[in-house]
């Protein structure tokens, strides 16, 4: 039987030791800020991007990797025979799903590209398992089944302080914009269906504690709770806040905090977070 081989982009939410343990080839994005062009983890890291995005003066600029780039990991990948599953971020916030696409048109390997629907740690549910799958000896249907299956199983809420960036960068409509722009106002979104989508909307920051204390207690709740992810841009002090909450109730549950990619902070702002878990 082929191995399959796994790829995805910058935007997930892996540790080192995650990347190393599953073998997955990330192909990073690059950002601009104010005519400077970083390569996402290699030239610029997660916490010196936000001190770069605080200082610049222009909201930076994103770009997916060129279908170029993700052909020659493609084809390097596949050289040997074995097929290649990648997964990519939600087509909503980047189109760097199309640009694999395009890619695995034109390889000389098996190459299979998936949208997850996701992108941070939620992302990376779906790709732990897909590796676990695989070392299991699933063939690539089965990895993609069960894929399916964390990704229908799935919850990314996420506390926004302003609507400014999102807006800009037209990954929410100007509607929605002008939630965001009256003083003080807080956005609570969804990622579901790959969309983004407001859920809550008010004044001061009670509005995203009042979301943080219903999602801690929404937690308690769901059953075969496998894990959760608390993602941020800035902020890091609630953002751990958050997680030791979520500890205190439920102290044998896997929760990670770490900061944000840079692509996804460039979208949400300063002082966002993100809560990501899902069941089994």
């Known amino acids: ?68 780039t993700f052909l020659d990991v493609f084809n390097e990948l596949s050289a040997d025979g074995s097929q290649v599953l990648c997964v990519n971020m939600l087509q909503a916030i980047s189109g760097t799903v199309n640009s694999a696409r395009q890619a695995a048109e034109m390889s000389d390997g098996d190459v299979t590209v998936v949208d997850c629907d996701f992108t941070d740690r939620a992302m990376a549910f779906q790709v732990i398992e897909a590796a676990k799958a695989i070392e299991a000896g699933a063939d690539m249907d089965g990895v993609l089944k069960r894929m399916a299956t964390v990704r229908d199983h799935t919850i990314l809420q996420m506390g926004v302080s302003t609507l400014d960036n999102l807006v800009k960068g037209g990954r929410l409509s100007k509607a929605a914009g002008v939630v965001g722009s009256l003083l003080n106002i807080k956005v609570v979104l969804q990622v579901a269906d790959g969309e983004l989508k407001v859920m809550q909307k008010g004044r001061g920051v009670k509005t995203l504690h009042r979301f943080v204390d219903s999602f801690v207690e929404k937690l308690q709740g769901l059953e075969n709770l496998k894990e959760v992810g608390i993602s941020f841009a800035g902020g890091e002090a609630y953002a751990q806040e958050i997680g030791n909450k979520i500890k205190a109730v439920l102290p044998n549950l896997p929760v990670l905090v770490r900061p944000t990619d840079p692509v996804i902070a460039t979208h949400t702002g300063d002082g966002a977070f993100a809560i990501m878990c899902y069941t089994d």
Do not use: C, H, N, W
């Open 1 to 68: 039987m082929a191995k399959i081989k796994l790829v995805t982009d910058s935007s997930i939410q892996l540790t080192p030791e995650e990347v190393a343990q599953y073998d997955i080839r990330v192909v990073p994005l690059t950002i601009m800020i104010d005519s400077t062009v970083y390569i996402d983890g290699e030239t610029i890291t997660r916490t010196e991007f936000m001190e770069k995005m605080a200082e610049a003066k222009a909201l930076p600029k994103t770009s997916q990797p060129a279908p170029g």
